[in-house]
């Protein structure tokens, strides 16, 4: 069954610190992942996506890994802001082998609060 | 704006009643979804629409019914609600249904049920 899971479930920090959040996934065949950042009474929005042959990507003070040996991504936090606050929802989507409709599967998100 | 936009944002209804979310996007996608928000935040898929055609349906009671009058709408209906129904309910669109581009979704509906 292909699931997503992500960790921790919460998170706190102080404003300026760096933090990493994980994702560990089973979907196969593996197509991609993206990380979506969702603010509060809002929806997701991504923030990058990292295919199979990558291993690193960033976007400003967000870095997101991939592993897809061991099936796992993490996003890197550098200089956290208060407006990174929100909730970060990893998903994960299924290679077709058709061409067709590709399967996603969302994680359970990661509530990250930054306080000054 | 090029975007995602549904309404109502905000619906407060009591049980039994039926009650309906539009959306629309005017981004020229072919793919729109509807998307279940619970209160522990995990997103689930409900509905799939691709050119107007259903592809997706996940097992969603009879109760909810999605229309799609063309490409750019994608309206969903619910009969009967229940207190289980209360959520937050997403729209989204993709270019098409086989690409791995990203979802644009709403700014959501929440749905409380009394």
Known sequence: KNQVEQSPQSLIILEGKNCTLQCNYTVSPFSNLRWYKQDTGRGPVSLTIMTFSENTKSNGRYTATLDADTKQSSLHITASQLSDSASYICVVRARSASGGYQKVTFGTGTKLQVIP | ?114
């Open chain 2, 1 to 114: 704006d090029t975007a995602v936009s549904q309404t109502p944002k905000y619906l407060v209804t009591q049980m039994g009643n039926d009650k309906s979310i539009k959306c629309e996007q005017n981004l020229g996608h072919d793919t729109m979804y509807w998307y279940k928000q619970d209160s522990k935040k995990f997103l689930k898929i409900m509905f799939s629409y691709n050119n107007k055609e259903l592809i997706i349906n996940e097992t969603v009671p009879n109760r909810f019914s999605p229309k799609s009058p063309d490409k750019a709408h994608l309206n969903l209906h619910i009969n009967s609600l229940e207190l289980g129904d209360s959520a937050v309910y997403f729209c989204a669109s993709s270019p098409r249904v086989s690409n791995t581009g990203e979802l644009f979704f709403g700014e959501g509906s929440r749905l409380t049920v009394l």
